[in-house]
């Protein structure tokens, strides 16, 4: 059984270009979520998507979106890149569930490195 | 004041030893509790959850969960160097879905 899988595994990219990202779930996880993660913090979260749908969304700017395809996996795009854009970027898997007990556990890929030059 | 607090670090403790990691949060409504490990250069790796007040135990690991002081605990028995890593803890307003937040996370070393 495949875990997340997140590609590619690093980027050099410079100030205003433009990146995507990919992300595949868990098999039988039908959630992704985006978080960015800066040297020395803890994740922030960027969105949720499910149901092909942005579900929550962080305080991040319009220049990050994204999107959930129909099996489930999940592409995130950063416009007009800037130097603090710079970060391991994370994708982590659920699956949403209204049963008892309740679920919630998010389960992380391996993170795309991204460097702005 | 930050949404989720973790002891500043880092903690050092000796092989064998318990080590404690300790966690507040501000929001009185989340409901799901985390515990994630995160290896130097590497991603995090979900090692406990808890939703209700009171323990859980997983093997050398225990969660603790006090909702009415917004505290959370993780406490690992008999400490190995395997151990060392970046400790984060994560709360959740939902039971079943919904962002994540972190703290910044604690530096955990086990010396030999």
């Known amino acids: 059984d495949a875990g997340v899988t997140q590609s590619p595994t690093h980027l050099i990219k410079t100030r205003g270009q433009q990146v995507t990202l990919r992300c595949s779930p868990k098999?039988?996880?039908?959630?992704v979520s985006w978080y960015q993660q800066a040297l020395g913090q803890g994740p922030q979260f960027i969105f949720q998507?499910?149901?092909?749908?942005?579900?929550q969304r962080g305080n991040f700017p319009d220049r990050f979106s994204g999107h959930q395809f129909p099996n489930y996996s999940s592409e995130l795009n950063v416009n007009a890149l800037l130097l603090g854009d710079s970060a391991l970027y994370l994708c982590?898997?659920?699956?949403?569930?209204?049963?008892?007990?309740?679920?919630?556990?998010?389960?992380f890929g391996p993170g795309t490195r991204l460097t702005v030059l | 004041q930050k949404e989720v607090e973790q002891n500043s670090g880092p903690l050092s403790v000796p092989e064998g030893a318990i080590a404690s990691l300790n966690c507040t949060y501000s929001d009185r409504g989340s409901q799901s509790f985390f515990w994630y490990r995160q290896y130097s250069g590497k991603s995090p790796e979900l090692i406990m959850f808890i939703y209700s007040n009171g323990d859980k135990e997983d093997g050398r690991f225990t969660a603790q969960l006090n909702k009415a002081s917004q505290y959370v605990s993780l406490l690992i028995r008999d400490s190995q160097p395997s151990d060392s890593a970046t400790y984060l803890c994560a709360v959740q307003r939902g039971t079943s879905y919904g962002k994540l937040t972190f703290g910044q996370g604690t530096i955990l070393t086990v010396h030999p």
């Open positions: 998507y499910y149901e092909e749908e942005e579900r």
């Open positions: 098999s039988g996880h039908d959630t």
């Open positions: 982590a898997s659920s699956a949403t569930s209204y049963g008892i007990p309740p679920t919630g556990e998010q389960f």
